[in-house]
């Protein structure tokens, strides 16, 4: 009787063993995709970039009119802005849901970042050169600690791009981040608490700000 305890223990420790050893497997390669996803969308958006930076070039030496130009450069621009938008959104979800692949994760979200940052510094460039009247947003928020008012201000700028998105064009940064650029704007613009709303660079708005008061700045 004993012997056939001892028999049925094992085959239900082998059991759990295996469908544990699964669960780690399934769990690493749903990681793995999503990354390879979050990747090739990032590699995507670099490119993107990289040929808006050439076309531009291309369009100024053979002196094409500053109109053109601008229309050209506008309308691509709020293209990759929405790539970029739904990018981030992709980051941060797979972020929260990651379990084996958040160091990868992390150095995407860097990449991911610094294009973000180009392009709005493109857009600085078009709002001097072109009259581009959209209203940047930097959004700067904490994903280390508990920020409710990040999570809420976050969907309020979510409901705003949702309802005008040539309207507004917003760019999130995590404050935690370890790259030169995320802590030259936190000193520039004197970033002291999350969350922070840069409005066209000129304005800062200190905490949860509703989506009724940002109408109003921006009418």
């Known amino acids: 009787m ?3 305890r001892t028999h049925i223990y094992l085959k239900a420790a082998l059991l759990t063993f ?3 050893v699964s669960g780690v497997a399934i769990g690493w390669y749903l990681d793995e995709t999503r990354v390879s996803f979050v990747k090739s969308k990032i590699d995507e958006l670099e ?3 990289s040929n808006l930076a050439l076309e531009e070039e291309f369009y100024r030496s053979v002196a094409t009119d500053s109109k053109t130009l601008c229309n050209i450069y506008i309308s ?3 293209d990759l802005a929405l790539q970029a938008g739904k990018l981030g959104s992709y980051l941060e979800s797979f972020r929260e849901i990651s379990k084996f692949g958040l160091h990868n994760i992390e150095s995407l979200k860097d990449r991911y970042f610094i294009l973000n940052l180009q392009l709005w510094l493109y857009m600085r460039k ?3 050169e072109c009259n581009y009247n959209a ?3 930097l959004f700067f928020y904490t994903s280390v600690n508990k920020c ?3 999570i809420a201000q976050g969907i309020v700028l979510d409901q705003l791009k949702k309802k005008d998105p040539n309207k507004y064009m917003i760019f999130a940064i995590d404050v935690d ?3 030169g650029i995320v802590n030259a704007l936190k000193v520039y613009f004197n970033v002291t608490q999350v969350p922070t709303l840069i409005i066209n660079e000129k304005q800062k708005l200190e905490g949860f700000v509703p989506k009724q008061e940002l109408e109003e700045i921006n009418k």
């Open 2 to 4: 004993g012997k056939v």
């Open 18 to 20: 295996l469908v544990f």
């Open 47 to 49: 490119v993107s970039f």
């Open 76 to 78: 691509k621009a709020n």
């Open 126 to 128: 078009l709002r001097e």
């Open 135 to 137: 209203t940047t947003i």
């Open 148 to 150: 409710d008012d990040c």
């Open 177 to 179: 981040s370890k790259l």
